[in-house]
């Protein structure tokens, strides 16, 4: 209950505190808001940039045949406010990632919730203010 | 005594009319944040699909809705493209205003309007006229304002096709603007009127708040174009008419009349909620 209040205050806070929104594409209109997927993979690239950044991740679809999945991310400047460097997500890191698919099935996108490098631990999604808007 | 008593007056006349402000003059400078007090869900996280609810939509937009694909804006000439100038408003991005002032009259002569993620728009006040239809669309188009009291008053021309809605309901390069600027202290109401004669059937009229807000400065916003997902060159995603699989899940989430969600005139006056209570549900998925 203490949790769901502080939880409210402070979505009612961003809310009403005209921090930067970045919100740019409808993610109800370009993902599955209600369904999460796991991949995993070797990173390819790493796009830290503006619009919202991406990670390629070499991987398989459902069928177990290889492609490249786009993970979209946060902009460039919200997720560096959130300590995000280009350092631990270099092209080979291995990762496991959990997101929103996309609605069109042929890009293999997924919205990023959850992120972890399986070797040194590295993890983002999950803590408070690891979120993108 | 005649000649002290005429200096004074005249010296009393001219004091008066350096210190009275120009006409009706508001000065809406500053930085603004908007407030979502209305629409926050399809104004930050943005709209959902097939969710034309409120919009007064005519069947050409209906159907350009209906085949839009969210997946287009992945290539390289939508990544960075920005809001147009009727859509800004009502976006999740703060606001940045400055003027111009004419350096002998110390009338305002323009406004520009800066958001994250847009143009700079320019509303030009010194009476110059709109251009050709045939001049260059841009993204801001050409706008042009004028006093109406307290009100300052905008016409938007020569828009780049765009969207009233974040879910592929167009606005097409043939729409007009009509603007109403409205202070109240530290508040900033914007009407904005956008009459469409190819994707709207009546003038789409919403207002939108902003508050002054002295902490704020809206960043710099480099676009970088890279490829986002893998796709064969040439590519445009879309859905050909009739296969869109998701127009139907607005209705479903939210328990309303699937009718209902295909918008219109009709949607957009509060007596329609009369004639939802009537209609069938597409029930709760």
Redesign the interface.
Known sequence: MKVRLILLIISATALMSGIQLYAHHSFAATYFEDKQQTIEGDLSQFLFRNPPSFVHVFGKDEKGQPVTWGVVWGDGGQLGRQGVTRQPLKPGAHVIMVGNPGRNPDDHRLRMLRLKRTSAGYTWGGRPGETFD | MIARWFRGALLLAVLTTVCVPAFAQVDFTGEW????YED?PE???????GDYLGLPVTEAARMRADTW???I??LPEW??RP?SADYIWR????LHIWKEVDPVSRQITAFHAEW??SIDNIYYLDGRPHPSANAPHTWGGFATAKWDGDILTVTVTHLKEGYVR???VPRSDLATVTEHWMRHGNWLTVMTIVNDPVYLSEPFVRSTDY?L?EH?LV?P????V?E????SRGVV?NLLPGTNP?LNDFAAHHNLPIEATRGGPETMYPEYRNKLATMPKAGKK
Do not use: I, K, M, W
């Not at chain 2, 976006?91 to 703060?94: I, L």
């Not at chain 2, 986002?228 to 796709?231: A, F, K, L, Q």
């Open positions: 944040a908007p407030r979502f926050q104004r930050v996280p943005g709209p959902e699909l694909d969210a997946s804006q992945t990544q960075c809001h976006g999740p991005s703060n994250l993620r974040r879910n592929g508050q807000d704020q960043p916003y480099p676009c970088d890279v986002e997902v893998e796709r995603p998701s």
